[in-house]
């Protein structure tokens, strides 16, 4: 149990374009979910938290009008990275905390990542 | 906010033990991880120690968190090749929020 997936596991865009990635809790509902950016050989940077029903709350530095969360179920949060640019390719990852809170506490379960590249 | 410190790389034959440090800096956090990440994949939750254990061991993996000096080491015993990846380890900041290290490269020769 405690799936999250995400769509799609790599996307190549151009200059300018938007993009679309969805993260989905597959057997779990999740009111918040998390999203994170990846480069490579480095950390997880926190994007944002997405809340179920309600406006996202972005990490200093984020651009909310760049990277649009959307959070309309409990299973799933969709980030939209506008006018992607080549400084935007990186590894998204998001992750869920289910909604009833029965295992590790606090645990949150990981998306297998998205992989965008801008041209 | 928590600021968690972690060494880059370890080469290991398969067989040993190996053991990845980790120091953070909130004496706070009541929760500490620690993560596998696989090539192109998500993080996989490995286990986790409350504050208030010193040590815990699950079949070949160990944590041992030193609360005074805010380390944290996870030990995988009989190490296998199927353990290399890049560890994580993870301090909760509280309001659902994790601060991650930078990460430990794990290479396990045969």
Known sequence: ?119 | GEDVEQSLFLSVREGDSSVINCTYTDSSSTYLYWYKQEPGAGLQLLTYIFSNMDMKQDQRLTVLLNKKDKHLSLRIADTQTGDSAIYFCAAWEGNNRLAFGKGNQVVVIP
């Open chain 1, 1 to 119: 149990g405690a799936v999250v997936s995400q769509h799609p596991s790599w996307v190549i865009c151009k200059s300018g374009t938007s993009v679309k990635i969805e993260c989905r809790s597959l057997d779990f509902q999740a009111t918040t979910m998390f999203w994170y950016r990846q480069f490579p050989k480095q950390s997880l940077m926190l994007m944002a938290t997405s809340n179920e029903g309600s406006k996202a709350t972005y990490e200093q530095g984020v651009e909310k009008d760049k990277f649009l969360i959307n959070h309309a179920s409990l299973t799933l949060s969709t980030l939209t990275v506008t006018s992607a640019h080549p400084e935007d390719s990186s590894f998204y990852i998001c992750s869920a905390i289910p909604h009833i809170r029965d295992r590790v506490q606090n645990e949150q379960f990981f998306g297998p990542g998205t992989r965008l590249t801008v041209l």
